[in-house]
């Protein structure tokens, strides 16, 4: 039987084409964006490039939200504003292709170049998108609506990461790399077209725009900064501030360090994606029931464990464990911090305070990654304490180190502080550990979330 996402016919269309722009979108993700710090190491870019990589983009196309906000409130028009970004940045992946046949010297900057462009695009059409989106989706269906599109883009972007993984492979065993990352960029080109052609089929309800007036008024400022919604994205911004000194450095951990083939890396990566596909749709419905900052309280203490269990084995097995552990996590964590901001946000603020939450985020993301790739070209591999010699395999264990402590400080002191905005069903994080993981002998561990209430239609 056909789900309906709403009883408007127009509204129904508009989801069912944005499940399908998500899943474009990912293909494009999984074949291209996934591979840039794969792609910069075959650049032959420092630990120094790739922290560089991994913070000035998004800290400079964070800005492009403010633009989009002032475009709004300007042009009083947001699918166009959608669209434009969205083209623009399809249209950079022809000219990051052409990168391959310039001089070496100028490889590397011509590429930050590229992806600053193409982050920045996005984030131009992604705020716009952000408010269509939270008038088409009701409240009370946002949880497992996000899920299933996030479940199903995690699909996609699963299966695009393996076989874009294959094809290079492929072409590096046949000393053709370059060919490899060719096929990948006119992959991703293409399916962001694809993409682009369902975001035009979207309904967009007349009277509503993300805008707002660049400079803000001081009222506004005043009431931002003692609203719930600092506390919340503050918290948010120093945790992606303590991922960033680590998580942007692991591929590189493991392609330049640990020497791991392209498959090896993509099926790391894919293990990743793959729980997420698992796992969103029920973290969807715990989020219906029982609210967000639930599983953003189990997820924000489970987080900091990431870098710490990249610590213990090179073992390519172990890793793919871990870095499964990772995507169930993120998964949560991710649908939880999404979802509270629109629980958060009044829908006539939506775009002051997103673009503030983007960019307060960004800086967190650029200080963190500068400083993990400034520390991961200078701290040792070997160092002596309290006597004791100690000898990682690799310099970048300081900083999964770092990051691991940072992230469980940043969870213990501010996650306490995060109250649940709705009127949900009460539930301690143990209790629901143990509601929501039951071993079964014959199939394993399973959800079991909402067994004590009526299904509803979905």
């Known amino acids: 039987m056909t789900k309906h996402y709403s009883s408007d016919q127009r509204v129904d269309q508009s989801l069912r084409h944005s499940i399908r722009d998500g899943a474009a979108y990912s293909v494009m993700v999984g074949s291209g964006e ?5 792609f910069a190491v075959f650049l032959k870019a420092s630990t120094a490039q790739i922290g560089f990589l991994a913070s ?44 391959l046949w310039f001089p070496s010297d100028y490889q590397v900057e011509l590429f930050i170049g590229c992806a600053i462009l193409y982050y920045a695009f996005g984030n131009l059409a992604g705020l716009q998108w952000s408010s269509l989106m939270g008038d088409l989706v009701t409240e009370k ?16 972007t699963f299966v695009a990461l393996i076989l874009a993984g294959l094809l290079l492979n492929y072409f590096d065993s046949n000393m053709a ?9 006119a992959v991703a080109f293409l399916s962001r077209m694809l993409s682009i052609y369902h975001l035009s ?64 890396f993509m099926m790391i990566s894919a293990s990743t994606v793959m729980m997420q596909f698992l796992t969103l749709n029920r973290w969807g419905r715990i989020s219906d029931v029982f609210g967000n900052r639930i599983i953003l309280t189990l997820c924000g ?26 995507g169930a996590i993120w998964a949560g964590f991710s649908l939880s911090t999404g979802n509270f901001l629109y629980d ?21 993301i650029f200080l963190g990654a500068l400083l993990g790739g400034f520390l991961g070209t200078v701290m040792p591999a070997s160092f002596s304490l309290f006597g004791f010699e100690i000898n990682f395999v690799s310099q970048l264990y300081n900083l999964f180190l770092l990051s691991f402590v940072l992230r469980l400080m940043t969870s213990l002191i501010l996650i306490p502080k995060i109250k649940e905005i709705r009127r949900v069903k009460p539930v301690t994080v143990t209790r629901l550990i143990f509601r929501i993981v039951r071993f079964n002998p014959l199939s394993g561990m399973n959800f079991d979330v909402v067994s004590s209430r009526k299904k509803t239609p979905e």
């Open 301 to 326: 203490w489970l987080i900091p464990l990431v870098p710490f269990l990249w610590l213990f084995s090179t073992n390519f097995y172990y890793l793919l464990i871990a870095q499964a552990f990772s």
């Open 141 to 156: 269906k946002r949880g497992r609506y996000f899920a299933r599109r996030t479940r199903i883009s995690s699909m996609a």
């Open 56 to 99: 000035v983009p998004p800290l400079l196309a964070s800005f492009a939200q403010l633009l989009s906000a002032w475009l709004g409130h300007t042009l009083h028009k947001r699918k166009a504003i959608i669209l434009a970004g969205a083209i623009l940045q399809g249209l950079i992946w022809l000219p990051m292709a052409l990168l």
């Open 344 to 364: 958060l946000i009044p829908a006539d603020k939506r775009a002051t305070y997103m673009a503030a939450h983007s960019v307060l985020a960004s800086v967190g």
């Open 201 to 264: 089929k979207m309904y967009d309800p007349p009277g509503t725009v993300a805008a707002m007036e660049v400079p803000v008024a001081k009222p506004t400022w005043r009431q931002l900064k003692q609203s719930r919604f600092a506390g919340f994205s503050a918290f948010f911004a120093l945790m992606q501030f303590s991922v960033s000194i680590g998580s942007p450095f692991f591929s590189v951990y493991l392609l330049r360090d640990l020497g791991y083939s392209y498959v090896e």
């Open 177 to 185: 790399a370059k060919s490899g990352f060719l096929i990948l960029f």
């Open 34 to 38: 996934s591979y840039f710090s794969a």
